[in-house]
């Protein structure tokens, strides 16, 4: 099944599977469906395993859609809401956040202690990478990015998704030698991994690792009450 054709000046077809499980098709504009869905056939054992993946884990991961749950550094704590609390308190396996009137307006509170944390810690992990890389970003900001955890571009302005907080700690470490070797290679070529696997030899086990989390870039997005 294929829930989106995106028709562009392309040449080529290729599919894609999102976050959601939802199949993705990007075609030539004037490409005639029936050879889109010959394509997509061929494809079909390939697309029901991504599916399925992508489907098993968000439900493994119900909890932390629901906000019963919430990744910090890559760790699962359980949310208490108690109405008493002045400010967010982080134990060993629970987060305390204060009881408010609404779900958006708890989940917005605990958007904003995890922003803060993504400051103080991307920080320290920058700071620590920049000297050991002798690399030196002229800014650094945090995006809401559905689609990437960093980005870095030609005016040396390095980006990271506010929820690399939620990564554990190794990974979050793999985004900012990334985003830094940038600084040098704005491409993904030989040269770019080069840089990246000097510093973070274990590189394709990290990107791997990676993919399986991007599940992730979809928390803390409509909601709605």
């Known amino acids: 099944m294929i829930d989106y054709i995106q028709r562009t000046a392309r040449k080529t077809l290729s599919i894609t599977i999102n976050e959601k ?54 760790k699962k704590y359980r949310i208490i809401k108690d109405s008493k609390v002045k400010e967010i308190t982080l134990t060993n396996d629970c987060i305390i956040i204060k009881k408010l009137s609404t779900l958006k307006r708890e989940v917005n509170q605990l958007e904003k202690f995890l922003k803060n944390k993504c400051i103080e810690i991307v920080g320290q992990r920058m700071k620590y990478f920049s000297n050991l890389m002798q690399l ?59 840089i990246v696997s000097a510093v973070l030899p274990n590189v394709k086990e990290l990107r791997s690792s990676l993919k399986q989390c991007n599940f992730i870039l979809q928390q803390f997005r409509e909601i709605l009450v």
Not at 39 to 50: E, L, R
Request: charged share 25%; proline share 5%; with cysteine.
């Open 136 to 194: 030196e970003p002229d800014k650094v900001t945090l995006n809401n990015s559905k689609r990437r955890w960093g980005t870095c571009d030609s005016e040396r302005i390095i980006s990271f998704n506010w929820r690399v907080i939620m990564l554990p700690p190794r990974l979050i470490d793999y985004v900012i030698v990334h985003e830094l070797s940038h600084l040098i290679e704005m491409n993904h070529s030989p040269a770019f991994w080069a």
């Open 21 to 74: 499980g939802e199949v993705i098709v990007k075609a030539p504009k004037y490409m005639p469906e029936g050879e889109i869905l010959k394509f997509v056939s061929s494809k079909q054992k390939w697309i029901d395993n991504k599916v399925n993946q992508i489907i098993n884990q968000n439900q493994v991961n119900n909890d932390l859609f629901e906000y019963k749950c919430v990744l910090f550094c890559g």
